[in-house]
Protein backbone atom coordinates (compact mmCIF):
# COMPACT_ATOMS: atom_id res chain seq x y z
CA UNK A 1 0.00 0.00 0.00
CA UNK A 2 1.46 3.56 -0.96
CA UNK A 3 1.91 6.63 1.99
CA UNK A 4 -0.32 8.92 1.85
CA UNK A 5 1.98 11.56 1.24
CA UNK A 6 2.69 10.13 -2.42
CA UNK A 7 -1.45 8.74 -3.09
CA UNK A 8 -2.27 12.24 -2.75
CA UNK A 9 0.57 13.65 -4.83
CA UNK A 10 -1.30 11.65 -7.78
CA UNK A 11 -4.54 12.83 -6.91
CA UNK A 12 -6.35 14.49 -10.37
CA UNK A 13 -9.34 16.18 -9.94
CA UNK A 14 -11.60 17.09 -13.47
CA UNK A 15 -14.39 19.47 -13.74
CA UNK A 16 -18.00 17.95 -15.11
CA UNK A 17 -18.33 18.08 -18.27
CA UNK A 18 -21.83 17.36 -19.62
CA UNK A 19 -22.22 15.39 -23.08
CA UNK A 20 -25.05 14.51 -25.55
CA UNK A 21 -27.63 12.45 -24.02
CA UNK A 22 -27.17 9.00 -26.42
CA UNK A 23 -24.25 7.91 -24.64
CA UNK A 24 -24.75 9.96 -22.08
CA UNK A 25 -23.43 7.00 -19.70
CA UNK A 26 -20.58 6.12 -20.83
CA UNK A 27 -19.11 9.65 -21.65
CA UNK A 28 -20.22 12.04 -18.69
CA UNK A 29 -17.19 12.88 -17.06
CA UNK A 30 -17.93 13.47 -13.59
CA UNK A 31 -15.95 15.48 -10.89
CA UNK A 32 -13.66 13.08 -9.15
CA UNK A 33 -10.80 12.38 -7.29
CA UNK A 34 -8.71 8.78 -8.03
CA UNK A 35 -7.02 7.14 -5.09
CA UNK A 36 -3.45 5.43 -6.14
CA UNK A 37 -3.90 3.07 -3.30
CA UNK A 38 -5.19 0.01 -2.35
CA UNK A 39 -9.09 -0.41 -1.07
CA UNK A 40 -9.42 -3.97 0.76
CA UNK A 41 -12.90 -4.52 0.62
CA UNK A 42 -15.03 -6.45 3.24
CA UNK A 43 -14.81 -9.86 0.70
CA UNK A 44 -11.52 -10.10 1.08
CA UNK A 45 -10.65 -8.36 -2.70
CA UNK A 46 -8.45 -5.46 -2.85
CA UNK A 47 -9.37 -2.81 -5.50
CA UNK A 48 -5.39 -1.47 -6.36
CA UNK A 49 -6.78 2.00 -7.12
CA UNK A 50 -10.48 3.76 -7.32
CA UNK A 51 -12.27 6.49 -8.10
CA UNK A 52 -14.64 8.52 -6.28
CA UNK A 53 -17.20 10.95 -8.21
CA UNK A 54 -18.38 13.79 -5.77
CA UNK A 55 -19.88 17.03 -6.07
CA UNK A 56 -19.74 19.81 -3.43
CA UNK A 57 -22.45 22.78 -2.83
CA UNK A 58 -21.81 26.19 -0.27
CA UNK A 59 -18.31 27.00 1.03
CA UNK A 60 -15.83 25.13 3.43
CA UNK A 61 -15.43 27.60 6.12
CA UNK A 62 -11.69 28.04 7.38
CA UNK A 63 -12.10 25.96 10.04
CA UNK A 64 -13.21 23.22 7.96
CA UNK A 65 -16.35 22.42 10.62
CA UNK A 66 -19.17 23.06 8.51
CA UNK A 67 -19.36 20.14 6.46
CA UNK A 68 -21.96 17.63 5.86
CA UNK A 69 -22.01 14.47 4.13
CA UNK A 70 -24.96 13.49 1.63
CA UNK A 71 -25.25 9.75 1.14
CA UNK A 72 -27.38 8.65 -1.40
CA UNK A 73 -30.21 5.76 -2.24
CA UNK A 74 -29.70 3.09 -4.26
CA UNK A 75 -30.64 5.24 -7.29
CA UNK A 76 -29.24 8.27 -6.19
CA UNK A 77 -26.05 10.10 -7.36
CA UNK A 78 -24.02 12.80 -6.16
CA UNK A 79 -26.07 14.73 -8.45
CA UNK A 80 -28.47 15.95 -5.18
CA UNK A 81 -28.91 19.79 -5.51
CA UNK A 82 -28.58 20.66 -8.88
CA UNK A 83 -29.81 19.38 -12.76
CA UNK A 84 -28.57 16.08 -13.30
CA UNK A 85 -26.33 15.96 -16.32
CA UNK A 86 -27.93 13.39 -18.31
CA UNK A 87 -31.42 13.51 -17.46
CA UNK A 88 -31.29 17.44 -16.79
CA UNK A 89 -33.95 16.93 -13.84
CA UNK A 90 -33.50 18.50 -10.95
CA UNK A 91 -31.04 17.00 -8.02
CA UNK A 92 -32.84 14.28 -6.21
CA UNK A 93 -32.91 16.26 -3.05
CA UNK A 94 -33.22 19.67 -4.47
CA UNK A 95 -35.87 20.26 -1.94
CA UNK A 96 -33.93 19.68 0.94
CA UNK A 97 -30.10 21.43 0.14
CA UNK A 98 -29.98 24.50 -1.05
CA UNK A 99 -29.65 28.22 -0.27
CA UNK A 100 -32.24 29.06 2.24
CA UNK A 101 -32.82 24.82 2.04
CA UNK A 102 -33.13 22.64 5.65
CA UNK A 103 -29.79 21.67 4.70
CA UNK A 104 -28.53 25.58 3.84
CA UNK A 105 -25.89 25.98 1.36
CA UNK A 106 -25.29 29.56 3.02
CA UNK A 107 -24.28 27.72 6.10
CA UNK A 108 -23.16 24.28 5.11
CA UNK A 109 -20.50 22.93 2.85
CA UNK A 110 -22.36 20.26 1.03
CA UNK A 111 -20.65 16.63 -0.15
CA UNK A 112 -22.05 14.23 -2.04
CA UNK A 113 -20.66 11.05 -3.38
CA UNK A 114 -21.39 8.78 -5.88
CA UNK A 115 -21.29 5.06 -4.01
CA UNK A 116 -18.63 2.90 -4.57
CA UNK A 117 -20.19 0.42 -7.58
CA UNK A 118 -22.24 3.34 -8.76
CA UNK A 119 -22.24 4.37 -12.34
CA UNK A 120 -21.69 8.10 -11.95
CA UNK A 121 -18.39 7.94 -12.02
CA UNK A 122 -16.83 6.45 -9.12
CA UNK A 123 -15.42 2.97 -9.19
CA UNK A 124 -18.12 0.22 -10.39
CA UNK A 125 -19.13 -2.72 -12.67
CA UNK A 126 -18.85 0.04 -15.39
CA UNK A 127 -14.77 0.49 -15.02
CA UNK A 128 -11.97 -1.23 -16.65
CA UNK A 129 -10.45 -4.12 -14.49
CA UNK A 130 -6.68 -2.66 -13.44
CA UNK A 131 -5.40 -5.29 -15.77
CA UNK A 132 -6.85 -3.09 -18.55
CA UNK A 133 -8.76 -6.38 -19.66
CA UNK A 134 -11.92 -5.00 -20.29
CA UNK A 135 -15.05 -3.69 -17.88
CA UNK A 136 -15.04 -5.37 -14.34
CA UNK A 137 -18.87 -6.36 -15.50
CA UNK A 138 -20.40 -9.02 -12.81
CA UNK A 139 -16.99 -9.69 -11.71
CA UNK A 140 -17.04 -6.44 -9.76
CA UNK A 141 -16.04 -7.07 -6.49
CA UNK A 142 -19.27 -7.56 -3.92
CA UNK A 143 -19.08 -4.33 -1.66
CA UNK A 144 -21.00 -3.55 0.92
CA UNK A 145 -22.16 -0.21 2.64
CA UNK A 146 -18.85 -0.37 4.93
CA UNK A 147 -16.89 -0.55 1.67
CA UNK A 148 -18.59 2.52 0.29
CA UNK A 149 -18.05 4.63 3.52
CA UNK A 150 -14.40 3.71 3.73
CA UNK A 151 -14.19 4.81 0.11
CA UNK A 152 -15.77 7.92 1.35
CA UNK A 153 -14.00 8.25 4.16
CA UNK A 154 -11.00 8.73 2.10
CA UNK A 155 -12.97 11.47 0.18
CA UNK A 156 -13.59 13.54 3.11
CA UNK A 157 -9.81 13.03 4.37
CA UNK A 158 -8.71 14.35 0.98
CA UNK A 159 -10.69 17.38 1.35
CA UNK A 160 -9.25 17.80 4.47
CA UNK A 161 -12.02 17.41 6.58
CA UNK A 162 -11.25 16.03 9.80
CA UNK A 163 -14.52 16.12 11.21
CA UNK A 164 -18.02 16.07 9.44
CA UNK A 165 -21.01 18.45 11.23
CA UNK A 166 -22.85 15.64 9.83
CA UNK A 167 -23.79 13.20 7.75
CA UNK A 168 -27.13 12.30 6.43
CA UNK A 169 -29.07 10.30 4.12
CA UNK A 170 -32.19 8.65 3.32
CA UNK A 171 -33.16 4.48 2.69
CA UNK A 172 -29.68 3.06 1.57
CA UNK A 173 -28.00 7.03 2.65
CA UNK A 174 -29.24 6.12 5.86
CA UNK A 175 -27.74 2.84 6.42
CA UNK A 176 -24.90 4.34 5.35
CA UNK A 177 -25.09 7.27 7.71
CA UNK A 178 -25.30 4.68 10.38
CA UNK A 179 -22.14 3.02 9.46
CA UNK A 180 -20.12 6.24 9.42
CA UNK A 181 -21.18 6.74 12.99
CA UNK A 182 -20.42 3.55 14.26
CA UNK A 183 -17.04 3.00 12.10
CA UNK A 184 -15.79 6.80 12.54
CA UNK A 185 -17.45 8.22 16.19
CA UNK A 186 -14.68 11.12 16.57
CA UNK A 187 -15.51 12.18 12.83
CA UNK A 188 -18.89 12.80 12.99
CA UNK A 189 -20.90 15.58 15.36
CA UNK A 190 -24.18 14.36 14.13
CA UNK A 191 -25.93 11.67 12.48
CA UNK A 192 -29.10 11.58 10.45
CA UNK A 193 -30.60 8.06 9.16
CA UNK A 194 -33.96 9.28 7.56
CA UNK A 195 -36.46 6.02 6.40
CA UNK A 196 -33.67 3.86 7.62
CA UNK A 197 -32.86 0.60 9.24
CA UNK A 198 -29.79 -1.05 10.47
CA UNK A 199 -30.56 -4.45 8.53
CA UNK A 200 -32.28 -5.02 5.25
CA UNK A 201 -35.23 -6.98 6.13
CA UNK A 202 -36.02 -10.09 4.45
CA UNK A 203 -39.22 -8.77 2.54
CA UNK A 204 -36.96 -5.68 1.44
CA UNK A 205 -34.35 -8.39 0.22
CA UNK A 206 -37.69 -10.59 -1.49
CA UNK A 207 -38.04 -7.49 -3.67
CA UNK A 208 -34.64 -6.62 -4.65
CA UNK A 209 -34.11 -10.09 -5.64
CA UNK A 210 -37.46 -9.45 -8.45
CA UNK A 211 -35.75 -7.03 -9.72
CA UNK A 212 -32.50 -9.34 -10.04
CA UNK A 213 -34.14 -11.71 -11.67
CA UNK A 214 -35.88 -8.97 -14.33
CA UNK A 215 -31.84 -8.52 -15.29
CA UNK A 216 -31.10 -12.01 -15.48
CA UNK A 217 -34.10 -12.96 -17.59
CA UNK A 218 -33.78 -10.40 -20.45
CA UNK A 219 -31.76 -12.36 -23.04
CA UNK A 220 -29.89 -8.84 -23.73
CA UNK A 221 -28.37 -9.18 -20.19
CA UNK A 222 -25.81 -11.84 -21.83
CA UNK A 223 -24.25 -12.83 -18.99
CA UNK A 224 -23.51 -9.45 -17.50
CA UNK A 225 -21.44 -8.78 -20.66
CA UNK A 226 -23.77 -6.44 -22.37
CA UNK A 227 -21.10 -3.90 -23.45
CA UNK A 228 -19.84 -6.70 -26.23
CA UNK A 229 -22.85 -6.42 -28.46
CA UNK A 230 -23.87 -2.96 -27.37
CA UNK A 231 -27.48 -4.31 -26.29
CA UNK A 232 -28.50 -3.29 -22.84
CA UNK A 233 -30.67 -5.12 -21.01
CA UNK A 234 -32.96 -2.29 -20.22
CA UNK A 235 -36.39 -4.50 -20.08
CA UNK A 236 -34.74 -6.38 -17.28
CA UNK A 237 -33.78 -2.96 -15.87
CA UNK A 238 -36.70 -1.23 -16.31
CA UNK A 239 -38.80 -4.15 -15.00
CA UNK A 240 -36.54 -4.01 -11.76
CA UNK A 241 -37.18 -0.11 -11.42
CA UNK A 242 -41.03 -0.78 -11.79
CA UNK A 243 -40.88 -3.22 -9.27
CA UNK A 244 -39.10 -1.16 -6.74
CA UNK A 245 -40.74 1.81 -7.24
CA UNK A 246 -44.45 0.30 -5.87
CA UNK A 247 -42.68 -0.11 -3.01
CA UNK A 248 -41.12 3.40 -2.82
CA UNK A 249 -44.80 4.42 -2.86
CA UNK A 250 -47.76 3.97 -0.66
CA UNK A 251 -51.27 2.40 -1.72
CA UNK A 252 -52.84 5.64 -0.84
CA UNK A 253 -50.21 7.48 -2.67
CA UNK A 254 -51.23 5.73 -6.18
CA UNK A 255 -55.06 6.04 -5.29
CA UNK A 256 -54.72 9.68 -4.95
CA UNK A 257 -52.34 9.97 -8.03
CA UNK A 258 -54.02 7.71 -10.62
CA UNK A 259 -56.75 5.59 -8.77
CA UNK A 260 -58.40 3.95 -11.28
CA UNK A 261 -58.11 5.86 -13.78
CA UNK A 262 -57.88 4.32 -17.95
CA UNK A 263 -55.47 6.54 -20.63
CA UNK A 264 -55.74 5.77 -24.19
CA UNK A 265 -52.77 3.24 -25.29
CA UNK A 266 -50.44 5.36 -27.30
CA UNK A 267 -50.70 5.05 -31.03
CA UNK A 268 -46.88 4.43 -31.70
CA UNK A 269 -46.30 2.16 -28.84
CA UNK A 270 -45.23 -1.29 -30.00
CA UNK A 271 -45.79 -2.97 -26.38
CA UNK A 272 -48.45 -5.19 -25.48
CA UNK A 273 -50.97 -2.84 -24.62
CA UNK A 274 -52.86 -2.98 -27.87
CA UNK A 275 -53.98 -6.08 -26.42
CA UNK A 276 -56.32 -4.07 -24.28
CA UNK A 277 -56.54 -0.65 -26.64
CA UNK A 278 -56.33 1.42 -23.43
CA UNK A 279 -54.15 1.32 -19.98
CA UNK A 280 -54.87 2.40 -16.33
CA UNK A 281 -52.79 5.24 -15.50
CA UNK A 282 -50.15 3.51 -12.46
CA UNK A 283 -49.36 1.55 -15.26
CA UNK A 284 -48.52 4.43 -18.07
CA UNK A 285 -46.32 5.87 -15.13
CA UNK A 286 -44.28 2.97 -13.95
CA UNK A 287 -43.59 2.26 -17.56
CA UNK A 288 -42.14 5.70 -17.89
CA UNK A 289 -40.32 5.35 -14.91
CA UNK A 290 -39.01 2.02 -16.15
CA UNK A 291 -37.87 3.64 -19.37
CA UNK A 292 -36.29 6.51 -18.23
CA UNK A 293 -34.77 4.72 -15.49
CA UNK A 294 -32.00 2.73 -18.17
CA UNK A 295 -31.08 5.84 -19.87
CA UNK A 296 -29.08 6.43 -16.37
CA UNK A 297 -28.56 3.60 -14.50
CA UNK A 298 -26.02 0.53 -15.37
CA UNK A 299 -27.66 -2.58 -14.95
CA UNK A 300 -24.68 -4.91 -13.19
CA UNK A 301 -24.68 -1.40 -10.96
CA UNK A 302 -27.82 -2.29 -9.68
CA UNK A 303 -27.54 -5.78 -9.05
CA UNK A 304 -23.84 -4.49 -7.01
CA UNK A 305 -25.78 -1.96 -5.17
CA UNK A 306 -29.13 -4.01 -4.10
CA UNK A 307 -26.51 -6.26 -2.89
CA UNK A 308 -24.83 -4.45 -1.29
CA UNK A 309 -28.05 -3.29 0.41
CA UNK A 310 -29.27 -7.11 1.13
CA UNK A 311 -25.89 -7.59 2.75
CA UNK A 312 -26.45 -5.12 5.27
CA UNK A 313 -26.75 -5.92 9.07
CA UNK A 314 -24.96 -3.44 11.38
CA UNK A 315 -25.38 -5.72 14.75
CA UNK A 316 -24.17 -8.65 12.99
CA UNK A 317 -20.73 -6.45 12.99
CA UNK A 318 -21.17 -5.93 16.61
CA UNK A 319 -21.74 -9.63 18.62
CA UNK A 320 -25.42 -9.23 17.50
CA UNK A 321 -25.69 -6.14 19.26
CA UNK A 322 -26.77 -2.61 17.71
CA UNK A 323 -26.37 -1.01 20.92
CA UNK A 324 -22.59 -2.04 20.86
CA UNK A 325 -22.02 -0.44 17.51
CA UNK A 326 -22.28 3.03 19.33
CA UNK A 327 -21.53 2.55 22.90
CA UNK A 328 -19.81 5.62 24.33
CA UNK A 329 -20.82 7.69 21.16
CA UNK A 330 -21.03 11.80 21.61
CA UNK A 331 -22.49 11.79 17.90
CA UNK A 332 -26.18 13.49 18.20
CA UNK A 333 -28.24 11.30 16.28
CA UNK A 334 -31.92 12.41 14.57
CA UNK A 335 -34.48 9.40 13.04
CA UNK A 336 -36.90 10.10 11.16
CA UNK A 337 -39.56 7.77 9.36
CA UNK A 338 -42.76 8.61 8.01
CA UNK A 339 -46.19 6.89 8.68
CA UNK A 340 -46.88 5.19 5.22
CA UNK A 341 -43.18 4.25 4.26
CA UNK A 342 -43.58 0.13 4.35
CA UNK A 343 -40.45 -0.52 2.88
CA UNK A 344 -38.90 0.88 6.02
CA UNK A 345 -41.06 1.10 8.53
CA UNK A 346 -41.12 2.84 11.66
CA UNK A 347 -40.21 0.17 13.93
CA UNK A 348 -37.12 -0.47 12.26
CA UNK A 349 -35.99 3.15 13.09
CA UNK A 350 -37.77 3.13 16.54
CA UNK A 351 -35.06 -0.12 17.35
CA UNK A 352 -31.69 1.90 16.31
CA UNK A 353 -33.32 4.92 18.66
CA UNK A 354 -33.69 2.28 21.64
CA UNK A 355 -30.10 0.72 20.80
CA UNK A 356 -29.26 4.16 20.65
CA UNK A 357 -30.68 4.72 24.00
CA UNK A 358 -28.97 1.31 25.31
CA UNK A 359 -25.87 2.85 23.83
CA UNK A 360 -26.09 6.59 25.96
CA UNK A 361 -26.55 8.11 23.00
CA UNK A 362 -28.37 11.91 22.37
CA UNK A 363 -30.87 10.91 20.19
CA UNK A 364 -33.99 12.45 18.24
CA UNK A 365 -36.49 10.35 16.79
CA UNK A 366 -39.73 11.32 15.22
CA UNK A 367 -42.60 9.85 12.50
CA UNK A 368 -43.20 12.11 10.20
CA UNK A 369 -47.35 11.53 8.81
CA UNK A 370 -47.34 11.72 5.18
CA UNK A 371 -49.40 9.66 2.69
CA UNK A 372 -46.30 9.53 -0.20
CA UNK A 373 -45.03 6.55 1.52
CA UNK A 374 -40.91 5.80 1.45
CA UNK A 375 -40.08 8.33 -1.08
CA UNK A 376 -41.83 11.05 1.08
CA UNK A 377 -37.79 11.94 2.30
CA UNK A 378 -37.52 12.97 -1.40
CA UNK A 379 -40.63 15.39 -1.28
CA UNK A 380 -41.95 18.22 -0.02
CA UNK A 381 -42.69 17.41 3.62
CA UNK A 382 -42.78 20.61 5.77
CA UNK A 383 -42.98 19.38 8.92
CA UNK A 384 -39.79 16.94 7.62
CA UNK A 385 -37.72 19.81 6.57
CA UNK A 386 -38.66 22.51 9.76
CA UNK A 387 -37.39 18.65 11.76
CA UNK A 388 -34.26 18.72 9.66
CA UNK A 389 -33.43 22.23 9.59
CA UNK A 390 -34.16 22.95 13.70
CA UNK A 391 -31.99 19.64 14.36
CA UNK A 392 -29.28 20.66 12.64
CA UNK A 393 -29.52 24.38 13.71
CA UNK A 394 -29.66 22.76 17.36
CA UNK A 395 -26.50 21.18 16.49
CA UNK A 396 -24.91 23.94 15.20
CA UNK A 397 -25.02 25.69 18.29
CA UNK A 398 -23.77 22.52 20.64
CA UNK A 399 -21.03 22.48 17.71
CA UNK A 400 -20.13 26.13 18.28
CA UNK A 401 -20.53 26.62 14.29
CA UNK A 402 -21.08 30.50 13.82
CA UNK A 403 -24.63 31.27 13.14
CA UNK B 1 -36.21 32.64 49.59
CA UNK B 2 -39.00 31.69 52.04
CA UNK B 3 -42.29 29.54 51.44
CA UNK B 4 -44.15 32.36 51.47
CA UNK B 5 -42.67 34.09 48.45
CA UNK B 6 -44.60 33.68 45.36
CA UNK B 7 -42.69 31.66 42.77
CA UNK B 8 -40.46 34.61 40.66
CA UNK B 9 -38.69 32.50 38.72
CA UNK B 10 -40.99 31.36 36.31
CA UNK B 11 -39.87 31.80 32.71
CA UNK B 12 -41.98 33.67 30.45
CA UNK B 13 -45.01 31.05 29.30
CA UNK B 14 -43.46 28.21 31.45
CA UNK B 15 -45.81 26.15 33.16
CA UNK B 16 -45.34 26.66 37.04
CA UNK B 17 -44.17 23.46 38.05
CA UNK B 18 -41.48 23.01 34.92
CA UNK B 19 -39.97 26.51 36.40
CA UNK B 20 -40.03 24.76 39.96
CA UNK B 21 -38.51 21.75 38.75
CA UNK B 22 -35.90 23.95 37.15
CA UNK B 23 -35.03 25.32 39.93
CA UNK B 24 -33.88 22.01 41.64
CA UNK B 25 -31.70 20.67 39.31
CA UNK B 26 -27.95 21.19 39.39
CA UNK B 27 -26.11 23.04 36.64
CA UNK B 28 -24.66 20.71 34.40
CA UNK B 29 -26.26 17.75 35.47
CA UNK B 30 -27.61 14.83 32.57
CA UNK B 31 -31.66 15.26 33.02
CA UNK B 32 -34.17 13.17 31.12
CA UNK B 33 -37.70 14.98 31.02
CA UNK B 34 -40.36 12.04 30.39
CA UNK B 35 -43.46 13.44 28.33
CA UNK B 36 -41.49 16.79 27.84
CA UNK B 37 -44.25 18.29 25.59
CA UNK B 38 -42.76 20.58 23.59
CA UNK B 39 -39.42 20.57 25.59
CA UNK B 40 -40.28 23.81 27.61
CA UNK B 41 -38.17 22.57 30.07
CA UNK B 42 -35.20 21.43 28.80
CA UNK B 43 -34.63 24.00 26.49
CA UNK B 44 -34.33 26.20 29.94
CA UNK B 45 -32.16 23.47 31.39
CA UNK B 46 -30.07 24.26 28.72
CA UNK B 47 -29.77 27.43 27.93
CA UNK B 48 -29.38 28.43 32.39
CA UNK B 49 -27.98 25.90 33.88
CA UNK B 50 -25.93 23.93 30.79
CA UNK B 51 -27.67 20.35 31.49
CA UNK B 52 -27.31 17.61 29.16
CA UNK B 53 -31.42 17.49 29.40
CA UNK B 54 -33.13 15.20 26.80
CA UNK B 55 -36.88 14.35 26.42
CA UNK B 56 -38.95 11.85 25.56
CA UNK B 57 -42.66 12.53 24.24
CA UNK B 58 -45.82 10.61 23.57
CA UNK B 59 -47.91 12.87 21.63
CA UNK B 60 -45.65 12.85 18.04
CA UNK B 61 -46.58 16.30 16.63
CA UNK B 62 -45.11 18.03 20.36
CA UNK B 63 -42.24 15.52 19.96
CA UNK B 64 -41.88 17.27 16.09
CA UNK B 65 -41.85 20.74 17.19
CA UNK B 66 -39.52 20.16 20.19
CA UNK B 67 -36.48 18.73 17.86
CA UNK B 68 -38.00 21.20 15.09
CA UNK B 69 -36.84 23.45 18.06
CA UNK B 70 -33.11 21.99 17.87
CA UNK B 71 -33.94 20.04 21.10
CA UNK B 72 -32.81 16.32 21.39
CA UNK B 73 -36.38 14.63 22.11
CA UNK B 74 -37.48 11.21 21.43
CA UNK B 75 -40.95 10.27 20.63
CA UNK B 76 -41.57 7.27 23.28
CA UNK B 77 -43.87 6.15 26.02
CA UNK B 78 -42.90 6.11 29.63
CA UNK B 79 -44.54 2.78 29.97
CA UNK B 80 -42.30 0.78 27.77
CA UNK B 81 -39.28 2.84 26.92
CA UNK B 82 -37.64 3.49 30.05
CA UNK B 83 -36.34 0.04 30.00
CA UNK B 84 -34.12 1.09 27.14
CA UNK B 85 -31.98 3.21 28.95
CA UNK B 86 -29.15 1.68 31.31
CA UNK B 87 -28.69 2.06 34.43
CA UNK B 88 -27.70 5.49 36.29
CA UNK B 89 -27.37 7.26 32.65
CA UNK B 90 -29.14 10.26 34.30
CA UNK B 91 -28.79 12.86 36.96
CA UNK B 92 -32.04 13.43 37.14
CA UNK B 93 -35.10 12.04 35.96
CA UNK B 94 -38.03 13.99 35.47
CA UNK B 95 -41.90 13.52 35.42
CA UNK B 96 -44.04 16.53 35.58
CA UNK B 97 -47.90 16.07 35.39
CA UNK B 98 -47.62 12.62 33.84
CA UNK B 99 -47.46 10.20 36.54
CA UNK B 100 -51.44 9.84 36.99
CA UNK B 101 -51.74 9.31 33.58
CA UNK B 102 -49.16 6.19 33.04
CA UNK B 103 -50.72 2.61 33.01
CA UNK B 104 -48.13 1.80 35.58
CA UNK B 105 -46.99 4.32 37.91
CA UNK B 106 -44.74 2.17 40.06
CA UNK B 107 -42.90 0.48 37.83
CA UNK B 108 -42.19 3.79 35.93
CA UNK B 109 -41.20 5.05 39.05
CA UNK B 110 -38.73 2.07 39.28
CA UNK B 111 -37.28 2.82 36.09
CA UNK B 112 -36.74 6.05 36.70
CA UNK B 113 -34.69 5.21 39.61
CA UNK B 114 -32.97 3.02 37.74
CA UNK B 115 -31.73 5.61 35.25
CA UNK B 116 -31.53 8.22 37.31
CA UNK B 117 -29.70 9.24 40.44
CA UNK B 118 -32.88 11.24 41.26
CA UNK B 119 -36.72 11.44 40.33
CA UNK B 120 -38.39 14.45 40.04
CA UNK B 121 -42.45 13.89 40.25
CA UNK B 122 -45.18 16.36 39.94
CA UNK B 123 -48.43 15.17 40.13
CA UNK B 124 -51.83 17.34 40.42
CA UNK B 125 -52.76 16.62 44.13
CA UNK B 126 -56.72 14.88 44.30
CA UNK B 127 -56.50 15.29 48.00
CA UNK B 128 -57.15 18.97 47.55
CA UNK B 129 -60.13 20.34 49.73
CA UNK B 130 -62.32 21.29 46.43
CA UNK B 131 -61.93 17.74 44.51
CA UNK B 132 -63.14 16.36 47.96
CA UNK B 133 -65.58 18.82 48.81
CA UNK B 134 -67.46 18.31 45.24
CA UNK B 135 -67.45 14.41 45.47
CA UNK B 136 -68.89 14.92 48.66
CA UNK B 137 -71.45 17.62 47.94
CA UNK B 138 -72.61 16.69 44.80
CA UNK B 139 -71.63 13.06 44.30
CA UNK B 140 -70.04 13.33 41.64
CA UNK B 141 -66.74 13.11 39.74
CA UNK B 142 -64.76 16.49 40.44
CA UNK B 143 -64.62 18.86 37.96
CA UNK B 144 -62.21 21.27 38.85
CA UNK B 145 -59.61 23.89 37.09
CA UNK B 146 -56.78 21.02 37.38
CA UNK B 147 -59.04 18.25 36.99
CA UNK B 148 -60.95 19.68 34.17
CA UNK B 149 -61.91 17.03 31.99
CA UNK B 150 -64.83 14.11 32.40
CA UNK B 151 -63.94 10.98 34.18
CA UNK B 152 -64.88 9.48 30.88
CA UNK B 153 -62.47 11.30 28.39
CA UNK B 154 -60.06 12.14 30.68
CA UNK B 155 -56.04 10.52 30.26
CA UNK B 156 -55.66 10.98 34.05
CA UNK B 157 -56.40 7.32 34.65
CA UNK B 158 -54.20 6.82 38.40
CA UNK B 159 -54.85 9.79 40.28
CA UNK B 160 -53.54 10.18 43.92
CA UNK B 161 -53.29 12.38 46.55
CA UNK B 162 -50.22 13.45 48.82
CA UNK B 163 -50.57 10.87 51.25
CA UNK B 164 -51.20 8.39 48.50
CA UNK B 165 -47.83 8.93 47.41
CA UNK B 166 -45.97 9.39 50.34
CA UNK B 167 -47.26 5.99 51.25
CA UNK B 168 -46.30 4.47 47.71
CA UNK B 169 -42.38 6.11 48.48
CA UNK B 170 -42.14 4.14 51.63
CA UNK B 171 -43.79 0.98 50.59
CA UNK B 172 -41.22 0.92 47.74
CA UNK B 173 -38.33 2.66 49.90
CA UNK B 174 -37.56 5.46 48.20
CA UNK B 175 -36.34 8.69 50.18
CA UNK B 176 -37.89 11.90 49.73
CA UNK B 177 -34.87 14.19 49.64
CA UNK B 178 -37.39 17.17 49.36
CA UNK B 179 -41.16 17.94 48.43
CA UNK B 180 -43.05 20.67 48.42
CA UNK B 181 -46.77 21.65 47.71
CA UNK B 182 -47.94 24.57 45.89
CA UNK B 183 -51.39 26.16 45.55
CA UNK B 184 -54.02 26.99 43.22
CA UNK B 185 -52.32 30.74 43.28
CA UNK B 186 -48.82 28.86 42.25
CA UNK B 187 -47.36 30.09 45.68
CA UNK B 188 -45.57 27.46 47.67
CA UNK B 189 -47.48 26.36 50.69
CA UNK B 190 -46.88 26.82 54.28
CA UNK B 191 -46.81 23.17 54.93
CA UNK B 192 -44.36 21.61 54.61
CA UNK B 193 -44.13 20.11 57.99
CA UNK B 194 -48.08 19.07 57.78
CA UNK B 195 -48.37 16.64 55.21
CA UNK B 196 -52.26 16.22 55.76
CA UNK B 197 -52.47 20.04 55.68
CA UNK B 198 -50.39 20.18 52.33
CA UNK B 199 -52.99 17.33 51.04
CA UNK B 200 -55.80 19.28 51.62
CA UNK B 201 -54.58 22.83 50.21
CA UNK B 202 -51.67 21.82 47.77
CA UNK B 203 -52.83 21.97 44.46
CA UNK B 204 -50.09 20.34 42.78
CA UNK B 205 -47.29 18.64 44.57
CA UNK B 206 -43.61 18.17 43.44
CA UNK B 207 -41.29 15.05 45.04
CA UNK B 208 -37.53 14.75 44.18
CA UNK B 209 -36.69 11.31 45.19
CA UNK B 210 -33.97 8.65 45.75
CA UNK B 211 -33.24 5.16 46.25
CA UNK B 212 -32.56 4.32 49.95
Not at chain 1, 346 to 362: C, D, E, K, V, Y
Not at chain 2, 84 to 108: C, I, N, W
Request: glycine letters at 8%; charged letters at 20%.
Amino acid sequence: MQTQTLARSRHRSYASRPMSPSDALTETVHTHVRFDEDLALECGAVLPRYTVAYRTYGTLNAARSNAILVCHALTGDQYAAEPHPITGKPGWWDQVVGPGRPVDTERYFVICANVLGGCMGSTGPRDARPDGSGPWGTDFPPVTIRDMVRAQKRLVDHLGIARLFAVMGGSMGGMQVLQWAALYPNAVFAALPIASAAYHSAQNIAFHEVGRQAIFADPDWQGGRYWQTGRIPARGLAVARMCAHITYLSEEALTRKFGRRLQGAPKDSSEAISLFGEMFEVESYLRHQGSTFVQRFDANSYLTITRAMDYFDLAADYEGDLANAFRGTRTRFLLVSFTSDWLFPTPGSRAIARSLNRAGANVSFVEIPSDKGHDAFLLDEPDFHRTLAGFLHGCAMHAGLPT
Amino acid sequence: MTSHDPVRFVAKNMRLDLALIAGMIAPGSRVLDIGCGDGTLIDQLFHTKGCDARGIEIDMAEATRAVAHGLPVMHGDADTDLAHYPDGAFDYVVLSRTLQAVERPRAVLAQMLRIGTRAVVSFPNFGHWLVRWQLLVTGRMPMTATWDRPWHETPNIHPCTIRDFFVLCQEEGYQVETWLAVDDAGRRGPWRRFPHLANMFGEQALFVLRRL
